[in-house]
Each structure stands twice: as C-alpha cells, then as structure tokens.
C-alpha cells in the first residue's frame, strides 16, 4: 500500500514540529543547568536506535532474560524480561500497524 504525498506532508511535518520542540525544551534544560535531563534523552535515544535495529535479534534477546533474577526497581518492580516483553509488543504495533498500516483481524 503505497502512501499519498498529502499524508506524507502531514507526517514529515508533525516529526519536525516534535523535533524543534523537543529541541527547545532541551535547550531551557542546557540552559537552566539541568544535564540530568538532557542525559535522559541521549539515553532513551540510543535505547530507541538499538530497539529498532536489533531486528529479529529483539526477541532472542527476550528469551534469554527468562532466567535473569530480580526486577528493575526504575520500572516499578518488573523483571528484565518483563520489560523486554512490553517493549517487543509495542514495537511490533509500531512497525506493523502504524508504520506499515498493517490491520489486525480478530475473528474468522
């Protein structure tokens, strides 16, 4: 299914609105001497390049955390592998249903 220019228009836009927002925010942070925030979102963008470019490799990495003992106490109380498992389901909603427009079928 091939996307319209329109719809890549108002993609391509909303991405740049969230950039130079977040730019902004992050520059009030530089600026008011807050680093702890800044390094926060270095951290979670290196999270999110790794997170996509593992590919398959993802869910091997899920699966030998099975046995990994004691939770995250940053997370709430949840094991590796629990969050590992959150973080898989959501990137296959994000790249099969929101970035190829894919649709789940429930039922015959």
Known sequence: MSRSPVNFNITLFLVMIGGVLAAL?????????????????????????????LGLNFWVLTVAT????????????????QVLMMMGVAKFLMENIVFKKQSIEVGP
């Not at 942070?29 to 926060?40: E, I, K, P, Q």
């Not at 004691?70 to 590796?80: A, D, H, P, R």
């Open 25 to 53: 925010m992050l520059g009030k942070s530089v600026a008011g001497g807050d680093y702890r925030s800044v390094a926060m979102v270095f951290a979670g963008f290196i999270v999110m390049i790794l997170w996509f470019a």
């Open 66 to 81: 099975v046995f990994l003992q004691g939770s995250l106490n940053f997370t709430g109380g949840f094991s590796v592998f």
